[in-house]
C-alpha cells in the first residue's frame, strides 16, 4: 500500500534497490504509479485482457510473506467480476479470476498467460482467513493501461463519465419489468447532466454492447466505459421496448459543463 508511506524503495530482481517517486494513484481501482530513475531495464510485454479466456492457464507473480520472487500457477475461473472490496469513491471492479495462490505480498504483481505477456495485475483475495482460500483477482491489464496513461500524463485518473443508476439484468428484474431479456444492463435512472441523458439514453433502456462489444454486466460496462476517455465519442446499442436503437454518447468527465 502507498497511501500511508512517506518513502517509497523499488528492490529488483538483482537485488538492486532505488528510491522510487509516486507520481499518481486512483482509489477506484486501487492502483498507484511509481517511478525511478535506472537505465537499460527490461520491461513486459503487455498482453490483451479482453482475449484471454476462462479456463486459460496463468502464472500469478509476487513476494508473498516475504518469500521473494515466488511464482504460482493457476486458470483463468471467470471474468469482470465484482466482488465490492474497493470502498472508496466510485469503484471499478471487473477483475479476472484465477485460482492461482495469491496471499499477502501478491499485490501490484503480475498475472501473466503462459507466454508470459502481462494480462492482469494482482490486487486481492477473497478468503474467511485472511490468507488464500482458491480465489484471487486481478485488474485487467487494458485497464491498467488506461489509468496508468493519465496517472503519468496528469497525476490522476481523468475518468469519463456516463451518468447512469444501473442494474444487471437476471432472470428476477426481467420478471419485475415484465420484459424478455435477462442479460444487459438496466438503466435504473439517470443523472440529466450526464453523457448518457444528454445523448437521448432514456430510464428503463437496456444496454446491450458499447463499441460492437457484448455487455452482460455492470462490471463489463464499468469498464468498457473506465477504459475510455473523456471526449470520447462511443457507441451504446441498447433494447427500447423491444427493438435495438443505436446511440452515439459523447463521454465527458464528472462535472465538466
Do not use: C
Request: charged share 25%.
Amino acid at each position: 500500500m502507498v497511501e500511508f508511506a512517506d518513502d517509497y524503495t523499488i528492490t529488483l530482481h538483482d537485488n538492486r534497490e532505488f528510491k522510487a517517486r509516486l507520481v499518481g494513484t486512483d482509489p477506484s481501482t486501487d492502483m498507484a504509479v511509481l517511478k525511478i530513475e535506472a537505465n537499460d531495464l527490461p520491461a513486459v510485454e503487455l498482453g490483451n485482457s479482453d482475449a484471454v479466456k476462462v479456463g486459460e492457464w496463468v502464472l500469478a507473480v509476487g513476494n508473498p510473506f516475504d518469500l521473494t520472487s515466488t511464482v504460482t500457477a493457476g486458470i483463468i475461473s471467470a471474468k469482470s467480476r465484482d466482488i465490492n472490496i474497493i470502498r472508496r469513491g466510485a469503484p471499478i471492479e471487473s477483475f479476472i479470476q484465477t485460482d492461482a495462490a495469491v496471499n499477502p505480498g501478491n499485490s501490484g504483481g503480475a498475472l501473466v498467460d503462459a507466454n508470459g505477456r502481462l494480462i492482469g495485475i494482482n490486487s486481492a483475495i477473497a478468503t474467511p482467513t485472511g490468507t488464500f482460500a482458491g480465489y484471487s483477482f486481478a485488474i485487467p491489464v487494458n485497464l491498467v493501461k488506461r489509468i496508468a496513461d493519465d496517472l503519468i500524463k496528469y497525476g490522476k485518473y481523468k475518468r469519463a463519465y456516463l451518468g447512469v443508476d444501473i442494474a444487471t439484468m437476471d432472470s428476477n428484474l426481467a420478471n419485475e419489468l415484465n420484459i424478455p431479456y435477462t442479460q444487459g444492463v438496466w438503466i435504473k435512472a439517470l443523472d440529466p447532466q450526464g453523457s448518457a441523458a444528454r445523448s437521448g439514453v432514456q430510464p428503463n433502456d437496456i444496454i446491450v454492447k458499447l463499441n460492437g462489444k457484448n455487455v452482460t454486466t455492470v462490471p463489463e460496462l464499468q469498464e468498457l466505459v473506465g477504459r475510455s476517455k473523456a471526449g470520447d465519442d462511443v457507441a451504446l446499442t441498447v433494447v427500447r421496448n423491444g427493438k435495438e436503437k443505436n446511440i452515439g454518447v459523447k463521454l465527458k468527465s464528472r462535472g465538466e459543463d
